[in-house]
């Protein structure tokens, strides 16, 4: 008995640290998405100074994971949950890794001021910024039908990665002489569909912890 309430307040435990995780990271990726478009250097260089905070808070909780799995060796749905929050923190933490990606590539896009050309990122970073809020609420509630329509949100996504690269050749070919500007722009976009990837991933990870199944986004 005192073993099981023992276990159970590791659990709650680590929940509440994971759902910190999860709240820092949203924050980050709203801070970014919002600095791609302000272009505001005071905020792309506290995006990236702040990196290590994530990095450190996702050690500690695959740490934490491991210590309960080792201690009390749980199964069935206890052992899912595990399982899906260590394949879940580094999911988180390589959207924080790509918040930081998308402010230095904002950056060096800066330095370039005799480009007139832009891409309106806006309803990009708003759809992949609700996909990550989504798989989060869907983590928290545990609904796998809502993780579910994370992967019709990815194929939009997709779709205007594919629009802002179109975009970017076609001013390639009008004016090369800002190449590597142009090829950062559509890096961006490259950058916001990796975020929308990760999200449906962590969607695959809510539907085995709910239903014992694993499933893959694009075979849907």
């Known amino acids: 008995m005192v073993h099981q309430l023992t276990f159970h307040r590791e659990i709650e435990k680590l ?8 709240s820092l990271v949203e ?3 709203q801070k970014a998405c919002m600095a791609m478009q302000n272009r505001d250097q005071d905020l792309l260089q506290k995006i990236i100074a702040s990196d290590w905070e994530i990095d450190e808070m996702e050690i500690e909780v695959e740490e ?4 309960i799995l080792a201690l009390h060796q749980p199964v069935a749905r206890d052992l899912r949950l595990l399982v899906a929050v260590i394949k879940i923190n580094n999911e988180l933490e390589r959207i924080a890794d790509i918040a930081v990606n998308i402010s230095k ?3 060096t896009i800066s330095k ?16 992949v910024l609700r996909m990550l809020k989504m798989c989060l609420d869907a983590l928290v509630t545990e ?4 993780a579910r329509r994370i992967f019709l949100e990815d194929e939009e996504v997709d779709y205007l990665r594919n629009q802002a690269y ?13 190449a590597s500007c142009l090829v950062n722009m ?4 490259r950058h916001l569909e990796r975020v929308g990837d990760r999200t449906t991933n962590i969607a695959e990870e809510v539907i085995y912890l709910v239903e014992g199944e694993i499933v893959r986004g694009d075979g849907d």
């Open 27 to 29: 924050d980050r990726m």
């Open 64 to 67: 934490e994971c491991l210590k």
């Open 112 to 127: 370039d001021s005799a480009l007139n050309f832009s891409i309106d990122y806006q309803p990009m970073a708003t759809k």
């Open 166 to 178: 179109k975009s970017v050749i076609r001013e390639l070919n009008s004016d090369p002489g800002h």
């Open 186 to 189: 559509y890096l961006l976009a």
């Open 15 to 22: 929940k509440k640290k994971f759902m910190i995780l999860g």
């Open 143 to 146: 609904d796998a039908d809502l």
């Open 105 to 107: 590539r904002v950056q």
